[in-house]
């Protein structure tokens, strides 16, 4: 997986729980308590490690891996993102904008870097502020992109009805549109 997930999550902790706690999510994985992935920020980072980076994190912090997923999205939403991915947000306004422009991001991702493998996103209008959205991935982080949605309405001060249908399929029912 994009390096930037990783230096993201790494901000997220070192944000919400401090330095230390940061060092301790390291030694767990076996690097160094002063490493930082800044420096592999856009490389691609070896999927078992990323998920084993993820699960342990989420139990050295002795939270759920829910919890982690709804930290990292509102950094990523509210801090991460705007700052490094500013050009993204352009002419968008709601959270039915930017998730709509979702798979055209991830694809340009995709297309930059060889052996990719970025999420893929389908949606079906069921009504101007309904949509059915089906998320495509072999990673099966779809509670991440749940996450990722209420930290997109935390960003617009939106508040998007999430209602998930099943492991890879939501209803979405925007507020603003
Ligand atoms: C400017 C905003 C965003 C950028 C630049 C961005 C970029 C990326 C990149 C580079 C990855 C790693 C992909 C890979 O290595 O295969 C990723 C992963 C992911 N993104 Fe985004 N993203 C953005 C916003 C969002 C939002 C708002 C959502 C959901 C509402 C989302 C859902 C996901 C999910 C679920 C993954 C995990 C990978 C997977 O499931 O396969 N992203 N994103």
């Not at 055209?104 to 309904?130: D, S, T, V, W």
């Not at 998320?135 to 930290?151: A, E, H, P, Q």
């Amino acid at each position: 997986m994009h390096g930037t997930i990783h230096y993201c999550l790494e901000e997220t902790i070192i944000h919400k729980y401090g330095k230390d706690k940061w060092g301790d999510c390291l030694e767990a994985i076996k690097l160094p308590r002063n490493y930082s992935f800044i420096s592999h920020l856009r490389e691609d980072i070896d999927e078992m490690l990323t998920i084993n980076f993820i699960l342990k994190a989420a139990e050295v912090l002795g939270i759920s891996l829910q919890q982690l997923f709804d930290d990292f999205a509102m950094y990523w939403c509210l801090e991460y993102a705007p700052k490094l991915y500013s050009g993204f947000y352009i002419g968008c306004n709601t959270t039915k904008d930017m998730v709509l422009k979702l798979s055209k991001i991830h694809e340009m991702f995709g297309q930059i870097r060889q052996g990719a493998l970025p999420p893929q996103f389908e949606y079906k209008e069921l009504a101007p502020n309904k949509y059915e959205v089906t998320y495509i991935s072999k990673r099966n982080l779809f509670d991440l992109y749940i996450s990722l949605v209420k930290g997109l309405d935390a960003y617009f001060n939106n508040q998007t009805q999430i209602e998930k249908i099943s492991d890879n399929k939501a209803i979405l029912t925007f507020s603003h549109y």
